[in-house]
């Protein structure tokens, strides 16, 4: 059994305790916990947080550092009253939640321990007993990430998958030739298309297809295969990024289009090659 601490939250946040995020601290306490989960192969069977923000996006956070997916993660409202959610004996279980309620979990367990913010507990549970094996400070563990797994020879500063990313670039076939969906960038100066981190647990077209859906408000196709990948710098590395093309099937309203802040204009593909803020692309987009 992993019992793991939320990581510190927000003391700023002044709305819902339960949609309290996690500070930068935070997720950088969550994100070495996973890695090393990762690099020692405990790998749960089941995870369960209460159901809090703060704890859902620490277990997040773990997941994705130590190389898995954040898929299946279940809340539970028996950790938000310090009892242990239904689990099988049989496998090993992830547990978050804030530290208080895991003191509370630990002290039912017959525990006597110490609780921080981003701290593990592995508990192994015998004939109805549990005894603690071992205490996981995220304080002791070290600031970098190994790459480009786990037990990478290489060190950066976030976490692997960072790393990984892929693109896609929109487009509709019209009566006047192929068109291309550009939309403005985070900071609304340049001109951009849907890229984001490849989730773990997820293809590269896949991940670029739900970057397309959140940040273009567009659904649509894409081939298995990309159209080519190029690198840049980021956080202190080199990412390498998949590009691939999709064919827009439809077009989301405002209220479904998660990124609505955003702006999005369809332009010839030349128009697209000089306005798009990356010249990586003008190399890829006569190829869509």
Known sequence: MLLLCAGARDKTWTGA????????KGKRQAQKIGCWLGRNGLRPDAVF???????????????????????????????????????SAENRVLL?????????LATRLALEIVTRSGGLLIVETRGGR?????CVDP??????????????PERRPRPAYYYTQSAVI???????????????????RNWVVPKGIV???????????IEAREEAGVEGSTGDEPLGSYSYVKWGASC????????????????????????????????AAVLLNETAFKEFIPLV
């Open 170 to 188: 929109p487009f509709r076939r019209t009566k006047a030739g192929t068109e291309v969906l550009i939309i403005g960038s985070s900071s609304g």
């Open 199 to 209: 989730e773990p647990g997820l293809s590269p077209a896949r991940s670029a297809m």
């Open 17 to 24: 305790k339960t949609a309290c995020p996690l500070r930068t």
């Open 96 to 104: 978050v939640a804030a530290p208080k309620r895991i003191k509370a």
């Open 130 to 134: 549990a005894n603690l094996r071992e």
């Open 49 to 87: 947080t209460e159901p809090a923000n703060r704890a859902k996006v620490t277990a997040e956070k773990a997941l994705k550092a130590a190389g898995w997916t954040a898929g299946g993660i279940k809340a539970s409202k028996d950790l938000s009253d310090g009892r242990l959610p239904p689990v």
């Open 240 to 271: 390498n990024v998949a590009v691939y093309a999709m064919e827009v099937s439809r077009v989301l309203p405002d209220d479904e289009w998660e990124e609505n802040h955003r702006n999005r204009r369809w332009v010839s593909a030349e128009e």
């Open 139 to 152: 304080r002791d563990l070290p600031e970098l990430f190994p790459y480009p797994s786990p037990d990478g």
